[in-house]
């Protein structure tokens, strides 16, 4: 039925559905590559000395980069949590809706983290083409140190 | 390229962050699916693109994001850090073709802005508030956002 919502009873039970930890591991050569993707020569994610020289023990991730692949295995993990359910729903059509982010401790090469992925939030909102889900995915990233070094909220639009 | 040093006292409400010019291309498009690990071909791929209703490829939203984070550790400089950052992905933008092997053919160049909202000293924390954005080719933002910086103080 046409005004019934999308977010059904089973849809509703999966927020706060969690991940298992992910391990990722931050390399130098990764760090580099992903800022000349965008063309981005800022030294402290390329030279070592520069980073050193601003306080760092290595070159530092640009915000947002946190080992490769930035979003494969951790987003990738919580989106199969709900991919079977926007299938159920008829929802095929997948895009990106944004981040919202919070930085603690600089990521540098060299550091290995753990994240994990929990279904924030899903909710409905009716689009120019008809009703579209949103799901927020929530990763928290600890370092080797158990610190949090940042925490990353995505929104995908199903549609 | 991070160049001089901005400091807390400096900074004015009001004021603005020195603009950063972008041309997504294609090959743009391909570096960063390698670079970032995002294969969707939606970005790369025409055919399937054709059937995603977007009207063709469009840019990765995680691509104008790190230009905008880019836009922000350019102008805070080594000594500065990103507290928090937050973008939406509210327009598609349609990347440029090559020309060449290395040149974009014509079309739109996108512009990184931002404009300096708050000022505040916080757990003896210098923060600085911003509104960002991309603006295609037309003038529309199609990726609104803000971020939160941490400045050296520079004194009082």
Known sequence: ?159 | MAKKQVYYKDVEVGSEVPTLEKISTTQMAVRWAGASGDFNPLHYDDDFAATQGTGGIITHGALKRAWLVQLVTDWIGAKGRVKKFACQYRGMDYPRKMATMGEPGEGETWLCKGTITNKKVEDGEHLVECDIWVENGKGGKTTPGSATVILPSGGS
């Open chain 1, 1 to 159: 039925m046409a005004d019934e919502s999308i977010v059904t009873d089973e849809i509703k039970a999966m927020i706060g559905t969690l991940s298992e930890p992910i391990i990722m591991e931050v390399e130098r050569g990764a760090i580099r590559r992903y800022a000349d993707a965008v063309d981005d020569d800022n030294p402290l994610f390329h030279e070592v000395e520069d980073a050193k020289n601003a306080g760092y023990e290595d070159i530092i991730c640009p915000p947002g980069f946190w080992g490769w692949p930035i979003k494969g295995r951790a987003a990738v993990g919580g989106l199969s949590m709900v991919g079977a359910v926007l299938v159920k729903a008829g929802l095929f059509r997948i895009l990106d809706g944004g981040v919202d982010q919070e930085f603690y401790i600089p990521i540098r090469a060299g550091d290995t983290l753990t994240a994990s992925t929990k279904i924030a939030d899903i909710r409905e909102r009716e689009g120019k083409a008809g009703k579209m889900l949103f799901t927020t995915l929530e990763t928290t990233y600890l370092n080797q140190n158990g610190d949090t070094v940042a925490v990353n909220r995505a929104t995908v639009i199903a549609r």
